[in-house]
């Protein structure tokens, strides 16, 4: 979907740049990648480190830069433009097989997230047309304004989830799991913290098998973690999922 509207206002001077942070690395990118087919730069972040330094808390976040080399707007939900057509939309994902019911209930839920998909694409296009005249082009104060500082909780979180990264990379899984548990109780509000735990513990076989995120029917073993992905939304309301767009 990116690559298609990046399609569109290439010509007026943009760039789209994709970061796929996942501590499983060029594997479990790959897949995604391949099916988009994308002309832009298609990068991995196997220690999640635009979390840190951009304040990445979910995905799809964006952040914009100017040609300065400037942020203009920090880390927010970026929903996919609307105006991009179903059949622009459609990848070439293979032969995914039966869909389990587990991910049928994941799919129902994730249609209920609301996002202002129309508003934010006219946003982008506005700034696309205007540069830093743009509305909704913000000063450096109003960055660091809505950036806010980091707690002590948010970077201790960061310290054991980049502890439990690196333990993930040195084949040492079940170490690991510890400091993913404290990266979730300190930072509860960063999806991405969680959904990358949950993803390195699937059990299923298969090309859905990381994003059954949850204690699935046929997975070996104790799930390890308090929440996935499907009852944790079910719990705060989907419609609470991402903040509503702030221009």
Known sequence: MWQAFRNQVRDQGIEVVTVGMDTAGAEACRPFIEAALPEHPSLIDEHHQLAQLFGVINIPNSIWIDEQGMIVRPAEAAPAPPSVTVEQRASNLGDMGDIPQRMLEIFGEASKIEVNAPAYEAALRDWLANGADSQFALSADQVIDRSGPRSADAAIGHAHFEMATYLEKAGAHDAAIGHFRQAHELVPENFAYRRQAWSL???????????????AEGSEGEWPYAGDWLSDVREMGAENYY???TP
């Not at 298969?206 to 949850?214: E, I, K, S, T, Y």
């Open 243 to 245: 903040p509503s767009f």
């Open 201 to 215: 513990e699937s059990a299923v076989d298969g090309p859905l098998a990381r994003f059954w995120q949850g204690p």
